[in-house]
């Protein structure tokens, strides 16, 4: 289930490179964007906003990134049918899943789902600002609903992180700073 990385990517302390720095750089601007959007006071509404927009810009950088980018960037390298998805989940509840160089098949769920929800977070708070969503109570509780939820994936991602970092003795708060990961 594994996967294994190229001799070639291995580094003198038995070190693998997984994550470039588009990756990181992404994760952690989408971190600080989400953040600096949720924490602006309505006072500072053009903070708000544009924050919005700078998290949509990232999702849009994802999404193309998840296409082109490197190899363990890319969806095709770790979004995996519903079978794959569903040994992982059986295993992972006996607390015997594999691990992963890349994301694991649950990984996968959730980066699509924040990344969807991130998405309808910013369409729908643009659309707020426009002459036809201006006011719209709909579109306001969309964007409250989408938020809200982002919140609870956002704290079972990291819960996830910090689960997989002891189970499998392995940092991965740092992996997503640093781009390596043990062999």
């Avoid at 964007?33 to 927009?53: C, K, L, M």
């Avoid at 998840?66 to 979004?79: E, L, M, N």
């Avoid at 392995?170 to 700073?177: A, I």
Wanted: glycine content about 8%; hydrophobic content about 50%; proline content about 3%.
């Amino acid at each position: 289930m594994t996967d294994t990385p190229k001799a070639s990517a291995v580094t003198r302390d038995n070190r693998v490179k997984v994550w470039d720095p588009a990756v990181r750089v992404f994760h952690w601007s989408l971190v600080a964007a989400f953040a600096v959007a949720y924490f602006t006071p309505d006072s500072n509404r053009d903070i708000h906003e544009w924050s919005g927009y700078v998290a949509l810009g990232l999702v849009f950088f994802r999404l193309v990134w998840g296409v082109i980018g490197s190899r363990h960037a890319r969806f095709s390298d770790f979004v995996s049918g519903p079978k794959r998805l569903s040994d992982y989940l059986r295993r992972a509840l006996k607390g015997q899943e594999p691990r992963y160089i890349g994301h694991n098949p649950a990984a996968a769920i959730m980066i699509l789902f924040l990344l969807a929800a991130v998405g309808v977070i910013g369409v729908s708070g643009w659309l707020l600002t426009t002459d036809w969503g201006w006011g719209s109570e709909t579109i306001e509780e969309v964007h409250e609903i989408a938020v809200n939820i982002t919140l609870v994936a956002i704290a079972l991602h990291v819960a996830a992180a910090i689960y997989e970092s002891v189970h499998h003795r392995e940092n991965l708060v740092r992996s997503m700073v640093t781009g390596h990961k043990r062999r």
